[in-house]
């Protein structure tokens, strides 16, 4: 059973620049969900697929991010003329559509903004 | 508003010892609960769920209680063992309520440090 794989696993670039992350879920999974943490705190939700729909989005994702299934399978997240308040672990999440199922992490893809 | 709490940010146990790791909830919706382990540089690991029908849930070493009316559960760890060292997250959500989205709410995390 592979887990969830997050690519890249650092990212360190300049303010200003884009940077696009990949999730790729377990793959049964329909459920996919994309996290922010930063140092000190839990995980903090961002956005939620169901197959290649996303269903819903926290208001920490301001319009420089976005975030796509387009084939129900794997995910991208992007975010657009970064800034240092971006900077965080950027984690990825998946579960099964049935029930009381548990979220499965990634080890998540660490974003660093100079 | 934090929604999920922990209180206690470390906690130190002795190898064999039982380590309890405590979590305080406000929002009353919230109808499943999950601990996770994470260790430095690697992404939380699921532990243990409870769903809001039951008090208590078993698993080898680990128990978790939950307690509706004081909105508090706890993690049980039985022995604990020096590999048990992590940071521990209690998280919720709101599965039955038709909101749909099932995400996750976390605490900000225990360090249990078990000593050999």
């Known amino acids: 059973d592979t887990g969830v794989s997050q690519d890249p696993r650092h990212k360190i670039t300049k303010r200003g620049q884009n940077v696009t992350f990949r999730c790729d879920p377990i793959?049964?999974?329909?459920?996919l969900y994309w996290y922010r943490q930063t140092l000190g705190q839990g995980p903090e939700f961002l956005t939620y697929?169901?197959?290649?729909?996303?269903?819903?989005k926290s208001r920490l994702l301001s319009d420089r991010f976005s975030a796509e299934r387009p084939k129900g399978s794997f995910s991208t997240l992007e975010i657009q003329r970064t800034e240092q308040g971006d900077s965080a672990m950027y984690l990825c999440?998946?579960?099964?559509?049935?029930?009381?199922?548990?979220?499965?992490f990634g080890d998540g893809t660490r974003l660093s903004i100079l | 508003d934090q929604q999920v709490k922990q209180n206690s940010p470390s906690l130190s146990v002795q190898e064999g010892r039982i380590s309890i790791l405590n979590c305080d909830y406000t929002?009353?919706?919230?109808?499943?609960f999950l601990w996770y382990k994470k260790y430095p540089a690697e992404g939380p690991t699921f532990l243990i769920s409870?769903?809001?029908?039951?008090d208590k849930n078993e698993d080898g070493r680990f128990t978790v209680f939950l307690n509706k009316s004081a909105k508090h559960l706890s993690l049980h760890i039985v022995p604990s063992q020096p590999g048990d060292s992590a940071v521990y997250f209690c998280?919720?959500?709101?599965?039955?309520?038709?909101?749909?989205?099932?995400?996750?709410?976390f605490g900000k995390g225990t360090k249990l440090s078990v000593i050999p």
């Open positions: 999440a998946s579960s099964l559509a049935v029930g009381a199922q548990p979220q499965h």
């Open positions: 793959s049964e999974h329909n459920r």
């Open positions: 697929f169901q197959n290649e729909a996303q269903l819903e």
């Open positions: 929002n009353s919706m919230f109808d499943y």
């Open positions: 409870i769903s809001s029908i039951k």
């Open positions: 998280a919720a959500s709101v599965l039955h309520s038709g909101a749909g989205s099932y995400q996750l709410t």
